[in-house]
Nanobody, 120 residues
């Protein structure tokens, strides 16, 4: 069974940077991977995804250039670099992955999330 474990969240001041990580286990397949977030009182929001080779990344229209997704080659670890953190970035950040990657559609597997809290 595929398991996704996020790390790297925490308390950060506005203007700071953070790198979130997500490692997948329980599979020999190379997964498509991505990130979503859910702020208090809001719907879960797509942030970015990356295909199995790492050669294609997708962000939603209008997504700030402050977010960058990457992965460790064809390993099943994905990263989300966030620069210039803002108060509105406060959210639980979820890793998402699956054998079938299609850009901005949710895939089959979810992590439990890592909380990012941005303070002024």
């Amino acid at each position: 069974q595929v398991q996704l474990v996020e790390s790297g969240g925490g308390l950060v001041q506005t203007g700071g940077s953070l790198r979130l990580s997500c490692a997948a286990s329980g599979t020999d397949s190379v997964l498509g991977m991505g990130w979503y977030r859910q702020a208090p009182g809001k719907d879960r929001e797509f942030i970015a995804s990356i295909n199995q080779s790492g050669g294609i990344t997708v962000y939603p229209n209008g997504m700030s250039g402050r977010f960058t997704i990457s992965r460790d080659g064809t390993g099943n670890t994905v990263y989300l670099q966030i620069h210039d953190l803002k108060l509105e970035d406060t959210a639980v950040y979820y890793c998402n992955a699956g054998e079938s990657w299609s850009g901005n559609s949710p895939m089959d597997y979810w992590g439990k999330g890592t909380l990012v809290t941005v303070s002024s």
